[in-house]
């Protein structure tokens, strides 16, 4: 599906299909290795193969070795890509808040703040000094919570177009991205404060489940869509057509792999070729 969006979402797009694809490549690999050696282990003990048997059967069926190793690992894996899909988000924002202030500086328009007659003279020309405002505001953006900064951004005429009552979804995923990154995914009290309804406690891990990935890169990727189109129609932002592809694993075709003659994948397989087991339990 072709859409037309800024350079910023399409930044924003690829980085996320990357991840996604990274990730659905990772559980597709470990699900094969599995299936090869099972296969072989029946091909050498003279029993009859399944054509239909395959990788996603026998993890739920009977899991290998790599399959149960992954599944010890999975909220590692999982804290490693909801951080990088959480990342990827607020660096839109601060990117599509950036172009949006360079195209119309004047929205920074404040009688709060005023500017030194020294710091104006270290510019040559208007532009550098509008330029260096909008970096400085952009960074002090950056710092500020989500709530905050959409609200800044909404008496700003910057929109930010969230689905109904997604608000707190989107403050709980920013608030265990950081403790990922902050705390190796242990809930502490900023977590709670910023989602106090939460039922996890402190000194406990945020766990995470295939779901919680998948669940935040659909959420994020519609605030986007939507809030690039809104951005363009307000400040003309310049768009670029951008081959849109869905890479969530519910999406993908769920086809066995293709068997050559000695029973074993196709090399031809693609990466995301079938769609991924849940992680599950260990065992």
């Known amino acids: 599906m072709k859409i037309e969006s800024t350079a910023q979402a399409a930044a924003y797009f690829d980085a ?16 094969t290795t599995d299936w090869v050696a099972h296969t072989a282990k029946a091909a050498l003990d003279g029993k009859a193969l399944d054509p239909d048997f395959s990788p996603s059967e026998l993890a739920r069926t009977d899991p290998g070795k790599s399959t149960k190793f ?19 988000f607020q660096v839109y924002l601060v990117d599509a808040i950036r172009a949006s202030l360079k195209k119309q500086p004047n929205v920074l328009k404040t009688s709060s703040e005023s500017l030194t007659l020294e ?13 260096a405002i909008v970096e400085q505001k952009v960074q002090n953006l950056s710092y500020e919570g989500f709530g905050r900064l959409r609200s800044w951004c909404s008496r700003k005429g910057i929109v930010i177009e969230i689905p109904p009552d997604s608000e707190a979804s989107i403050v709980e995923l920013i608030a265990c991205r950081n403790v990922i990154a902050h705390n190796r995914g242990v809930v502490d009290q900023r977590y709670l404060d910023a989602v106090p309804s939460s039922r996890f406690k402190v000194g406990s891990p945020r766990e995470l489940e295939t779901d919680d990935l998948f669940g935040a ?3 994020l990727r519609q605030i ?3 809030t690039d189109r809104s951005l363009v129609a307000k400040f003309s932002l ?3 057509e951008y ?17 050559n003659a ?4 196709s090399s031809d397989d693609s990466p995301a070729s079938e769609t991924p087991s849940p992680l599950g339990p260990v065992g």
């Not at 996604?20 to 470990?30: E, K």
Request: proline share 5%; glycine share 2%.
């Open 16 to 31: 996320q299909q990357k991840s996604l694809t990274l990730f659905v490549f990772v559980i597709n690999r470990v699900l």
């Open 217 to 219: 890169a659909r959420l």
């Open 262 to 265: 000695g029973g074993r994948p």
């Open 119 to 131: 710091y104006v003279l270290e510019f040559k020309s208007t532009e550098e000094l509008l330029q």
């Open 224 to 226: 986007v869509q939507d």
């Open 243 to 259: 081959d849109f592809r869905s890479i969530h694993p519910e999406e993908e075709p769920n086809k066995s792999p293709q068997r």
């Open 238 to 240: 310049q768009t670029r």
């Open 70 to 88: 992954l599944r010890s690992r999975r909220q590692e894996l999982l804290e490693m890509f909801v951080a990088r899909e959480v990342d990827n």
